[in-house]
């Protein structure tokens, strides 16, 4: 049970609020932007997803630059609020096909109606965006995907097997085409987020990926979908068949460590051929999420030099090298150094010749910061360099003379890359 919900801007601006229970103050809103923009409690510099002021448990999540919020005066699940916030920020998504500032105030009829069939006094009603068409009966008004940011620096990579439309990921699920007619399209995203931490001398300490494969299908008559997953793949680290798997082509195994399915994914034949079967319902949802352990060669090496140039001054040598080929190349690269608290004057020096390369020294919170705007262009995702995760997409319908449109992308994200000094 949740008494309040609203969604804030970077700045603080109020742009959607619901106040479900009238059991916490009006004002919730202000309290909280200041107490997260503040916060000085426990050493940490940003707030943490949950936190109590005054009585009050405050949950958050950040999407898209957005705060979605919500409070409660109860003791309830941490985890299971976080979870809502992120299944409205989809929904809405799925309905409007962008989700910024700017969507969200040209369609707040529209969001408050989805807030009121979601949420009942407190209440999670349904979080289906399929359930929820039939209740929900105002069309999106349209906004210019052009705008919209590209994609952040956290991004390493993105590669398509086909150069992807500008409207890949922003189409509202209820809006038609112009004409009324409905282009029968469905898109797959392979998103991996990298976690790896490199020692003082340069060694890997840790090395972890999460994946996940999501899936936005704009289908009509909802077919079935095949996803055919590489063959050089096992689940776990244990023994017999299924753990075991390898293929003829003898180019080794790539282990999952654990992993887990959408409920209207069907595992028939999965074990046999690695297939997956399902019938995708409306909006965006992940096929399959998992994580991987293995061994896998970094995108980037980072090594760091610290030397005293005097008694109160200290040189610091950076180099990040890239492990993959000049054929190759990344997304906006953002490299970020902690200084120490008394550090009042920084100079940077770049190699000769270097271009498109920004330097920047954080005073309020003593921080380094060097970045890079490169292009994007890479060949596969970085869990799976010698192999595509998704072999094919088949759909079972048959649509007469033309064929549907299938798009898949790969995504590789920095989730934590961090260099030890």
């Given at each position: 049970?949740?008494?309040?919900?609203?969604?804030?801007?970077?700045?603080?601006?109020?742009?959607?609020?619901?106040?479900y229970?009238?059991?916490?103050?009006?004002?919730?809103?202000?309290?909280?932007?200041?107490?997260?923009?503040?916060?000085?409690?426990?050493?940490?510099?940003?707030?943490?997803?949950?936190?109590?002021?005054?009585?009050?448990?405050y949950?958050?999540?950040?999407?898209?630059?957005?705060?979605?919020?919500?409070?409660?005066?109860?003791?309830?699940?941490?985890?299971?609020?976080?979870?809502?916030?992120?299944?409205?920020?989809?929904?809405?998504?799925?309905?409007?096909?962008?989700?910024?500032?700017d969507?969200?105030?040209?369609?707040?009829?529209?969001?408050?109606?989805l807030?009121?069939?979601?949420?009942?006094?407190?209440?999670?009603q349904?979080?289906?965006?399929?359930?929820?068409?039939?209740?929900?009966?105002n069309?999106?008004?349209?906004?210019?995907?052009?705008?919209?940011?590209?994609?952040?620096?956290?991004?390493?990579?993105?590669?398509?097997?086909?150069?992807?439309?500008?409207?890949?990921?922003?189409?509202?699920?209820?809006?038609?085409?112009?004409?009324?007619?409905?282009?029968?399209?469905?898109?797959?995203?392979?998103?991996?987020?990298?976690?790896?931490?490199?020692?003082?001398?340069?060694y890997?300490?840790?090395?972890e990926?999460?994946?996940?494969?999501?899936?936005?299908?704009?289908?009509?008559?909802?077919?079935?979908?095949?996803?055919?997953?590489?063959?050089?793949?096992?689940?776990?680290r244990?023994?017999?068949?299924?753990?075991?798997?390898?293929?003829?082509?003898?180019?080794?195994?790539?282990?999952?460590?654990?992993?887990?399915?959408?409920?209207?994914?069907?595992?028939?034949?999965?074990?046999?051929?690695r297939?997956?079967?399902?019938?995708?319902?409306?909006?965006?949802?992940?096929?399959?999420?998992y994580?991987?352990?293995?061994?896998?060669?970094?995108?980037?090496?980072?090594?760091?030099?610290i030397?005293?140039?005097?008694?109160?001054?200290a040189?610091?040598?950076?180099?990040?090298?890239?492990?993959?080929?000049s054929?190759?190349?990344?997304?906006?690269?953002?490299?970020q150094?902690?200084?120490?608290?008394?550090?009042?004057?920084?100079?940077?020096?770049?190699?000769?010749?270097?271009?498109?390369?920004?330097?920047?020294?954080?005073?309020?919170?003593?921080?380094?910061?060097?970045?890079?705007?490169?292009?994007i262009?890479?060949?596969?995702?970085?869990?799976?360099?010698?192999?595509?995760?998704?072999?094919?997409?088949?759909?079972?319908k048959?649509?007469?003379?033309?064929?549907?449109?299938?798009?898949?992308?790969?995504?590789?994200?920095?989730?934590?890359?961090v260099?030890?000094?």
């Open positions: 049970m949740i008494s309040q919900f609203f969604v804030l801007s970077q700045r603080g601006d109020n742009i959607v609020f619901r106040d229970r009238g059991e916490v103050p009006k004002g919730s809103a202000e309290i909280f932007f200041r107490k997260v923009k503040f916060w000085e409690d426990g050493g940490l510099e940003e707030a943490p997803p949950v936190f109590n002021v005054d009585g009050v448990n949950f958050h999540v950040k999407v898209v630059g957005l705060l979605f919020v919500a409070t409660t005066r109860v003791n309830t699940s941490p985890s299971y609020v976080l979870e809502l916030l992120q299944r409205i920020a989809r929904v809405i998504k799925d309905y409007l096909g962008i989700l910024n500032e969507s969200l105030r040209k369609n707040f009829v529209l969001v408050y109606e807030l009121d069939e979601v949420i009942d006094f407190g209440y999670v349904t979080t289906s965006t399929e359930l929820l068409k039939s209740y929900v009966f069309e999106p008004l349209v906004v210019d995907a052009t705008r919209m940011p590209p994609l952040g620096p956290a991004t390493l990579f993105a590669q398509g097997t086909k150069r992807m439309p500008g409207i890949a990921v922003t189409k509202s699920v209820v809006a038609t085409e112009p004409g009324g007619r409905k282009r029968e399209e469905i898109f797959v995203d392979i998103i991996e987020k990298i976690s790896i931490t490199f020692s003082s001398s340069g890997i300490l840790t090395s990926i999460d994946g996940t494969i999501q899936m936005k299908s704009y289908l009509s008559g909802n077919p079935e979908i095949r996803l055919a997953l590489n063959d050089d793949l096992a689940i776990g244990g023994q017999g068949p299924v753990y075991g798997y390898r293929s003829s082509t003898g180019s080794g195994v790539v282990v999952l460590d654990d992993c887990n399915f959408h409920e209207s994914v069907r595992l028939d034949s999965f074990e046999v051929d297939t997956l079967s399902l019938v995708p319902p409306d909006g965006e949802f992940p096929v399959m999420n994580r991987m352990t293995q061994e896998f060669k970094p995108p980037f090496r980072i090594n760091a030099l030397e005293e140039a005097g008694a109160h001054k040189e610091v040598i950076l180099k990040v090298r890239a492990e993959f080929a054929s190759i190349t990344a997304n906006t690269i953002k490299v150094m902690p200084l120490p608290k008394y550090t009042n004057r920084v100079s940077f020096e770049l190699e000769p010749g270097a271009s498109g390369q920004t330097t920047d020294f954080k005073e309020a919170n003593k921080r380094l910061e060097l970045s890079e705007d490169v292009n262009l890479y060949v596969q995702s970085l869990a799976f360099l010698r192999n595509y995760m998704v072999k094919y997409l088949q759909i079972a048959k649509y007469g003379t033309h064929e549907p449109y299938r798009w898949v992308r790969y995504v590789t994200q920095a989730n934590s890359y260099a030890r000094i």
